[in-house]
T-cell receptor
Framework: EADIYQTPRYLVIGTGKKITLECSQT?????MYWYQQDPGMELHLIHY???????EKGDLSSESTVSRIRTEHFPLTLESARPSHTSQYLC?????????????FGSGTQLSVL | DQQVKQNSPSLSVQEGRISILNCDYT??????FLWYKKYPAEGPTFLIS?????DKNEDGRFTVFLNKSAKHLSLHIVPSQPGDSAVYFC?????????????FGKGTLLTVNP
């Protein structure tokens, strides 16, 4: 079944730790995205990729980094977590070759940095 | 400056009645609009979309209306059910420049009371 998998679902970690949020998809989509969302706020695009070896920063500045070595895998890394990184991180995919973006989202990772 | 505005942070309706969620936008380049539904600690799921060549799109209990001159769209849910209780995000995209990337509103929390 086509899907988007995010792990872990919940992560509580101490300040200064390095973390990697995983995102894998079996949708067959070329485009992948990372959004950050806090309660009562809009979803903010922090990274996106249009294919292998293609990564771009989004509208919201983020200290995280991403990589796209395989089409189906788009991990997000924080080298040194801080309490300000506490948020929900959402991975999404969409078809390539269309201007009308319809995003499909994973279940998200709720990150809490103490 | 917010380009997609959902001015009602919350809405409460009785089961069986109509729910109307509103969204305003400021960017005249937006020509494709979507509604997403989000439960706490989950990723958003796509509900319904509309392109600017139409003024209405219907899918079961969900209808989206678009008023281009007023730069306003609304989502109608009839009849409302307790399972509809969630946060609803309005999103928009357009052609040209960076407008093709989805811009989200802050969401409206809908509570449907039994």
């Amino acid at each position: 079944e086509a899907d988007i998998y995010q792990t872990p679902r919940y992560l509580v970690i101490g300040t200064g730790k390095k973390i990697t949020l995983e995102c894998s998809q079996t949708m067959g989509h070329d485009k992948m995205y990372w959004y950050q969302q806090d309660p009562g706020m809009e979803l903010h695009l922090i990274h996106y990729s249009y294919g292998v070896n293609s990564t771009e920063k989004g509208d919201l500045s983020s200290e995280s980094t991403v990589s796209r070595i395989r089409t189906e895998h788009f991990p997000l890394t924080l080298e040194s977590a801080r309490p300000s990184h506490t948020s929900q991180y959402l991975c999404a995919t969409s078809f390539a070759g269309t201007f009308n973006e319809k995003l499909f989202f994973g279940s998200g990772t709720q990150l809490s940095v103490l | 400056d917010q380009q997609v505005k959902q001015n009602s942070p919350s809405l409460s309706v009785q089961e069986g009645r109509i729910s109307i969620l509103n969204c305003d936008y400021t960017n005249s380049m937006f020509d494709y609009f979507l509604w997403y539904k989000k439960y706490p600690a989950e990723g958003p799921t796509f509900l319904i979309s509309i392109s600017s060549i139409k003024d209405k799109n219907e899918d079961g209990r969900f209808t989206v209306f678009l008023n281009k001159s007023a730069k306003h769209l609304s989502l109608h849910i009839v009849p409302s059910q307790p399972g509809d209780s969630a946060v609803y995000f309005c999103a928009a995209s357009g052609s040209g420049g960076s407008n093709y990337k989805l811009t989200f509103g802050k969401g409206t929390l809908l509570t449907v009371n039994p």
